[in-house]
């Protein structure tokens, strides 16, 4: 369960050996972090909503539009009914 982690030691001057290079979730990271300035800030209590959004908006991001509305009614949906039970 899990995953493997390895690293680089950026210190030494290495950023990549084979496989293993600058961890991805640095990258996202940086992509993420001015997305809630346009909500004005997030708060902690809706973390996972607006990480949820922008999750599935970045998943979605190459799809037609018709796609992009039938994959999220289609999370609506199965969110709502989850709820209900």
Not at 14 to 30: K, T
Not at 50 to 59: G, V
Request: glycine share 4%; aromatic share 8%.
């Amino acid at each position: 369960m899990g995953y493997k982690h390895d690293y680089v030691n950026h210190s030494i001057g290495e950023y990549a050996r084979g496989d293993v290079h600058i961890n991805n979730c640095e990258n996202r990271a940086s992509i993420l972090r001015p997305w809630p300035s346009a909500h004005r800030g997030i708060s902690k209590d809706n973390l996972d909503t607006y990480l949820s959004l922008f999750q599935l908006q970045r998943n979605t991001n190459k799809l037609p539009t018709i796609e992009k509305i039938k994959t999220k009614v289609s999370k609506d949906i199965k969110t709502h009914q989850q709820t209900m039970d």
